[in-house]
Nanobody, 121 residues
Framework: QVQLVESGGGLVQAGESLRLSCAAS????????MVWYRQAPGEQRELVAH???????NYSDSVKGRFTISVDNAKNTMSLQMNSLKPEDTALYHC???????????????WGQGTQVTVSS
């Protein structure tokens, strides 16, 4: 019904920037919320940033002031602008989303395949 596709990962040096995107396609009536998570090898999954369809945002302390999450409801796309990247930001970044698939309140929740971000020192 709905697919999430992430893009924008890559290899950068410390201090540089990257922009991740997560596009929801298929039966999307309205975005309820979208979230970026990340997981480094041997570490627990961490919530990085969260945004509602209304634009309310929340960030982990580790990225606050450096990362900015945004959503384009017309394109059903969430973006994460990552500035001043640090080696500790290296991880596999996944997006998770809950969307309404019709007007009756039915929802879908799922995950993208992930995009790797590697920051060298």
């Amino acid at each position: 019904q709905v697919q999430l596709v992430e893009s924008g990962g890559g290899l950068v040096q410390a201090g540089e920037s990257l922009r991740l995107s997560c596009a929801a396609s298929g039966r999307v009536f309205r975005i309820n919320y979208m979230v970026w998570y990340r997981q480094a090898p041997g570490e627990q999954r961490e919530l990085v940033a969260h945004i509602t369809g209304d634009g309310d945002t929340n960030y982990s302390d580790s990225v606050k002031g450096r990362f900015t999450i945004s959503v384009d409801n017309a394109k059903n796309t969430m973006s994460l602008q990552m500035n001043s990247l640090k080696p500790e930001d290296t991880a596999l970044y996944h997006c998770n989303a809950e969307v309404h698939i019709d007007t009756s309140g039915s929802t879908w929740n799922g995950w993208g395949q992930g995009t790797q971000v590697t920051v060298s020192s």
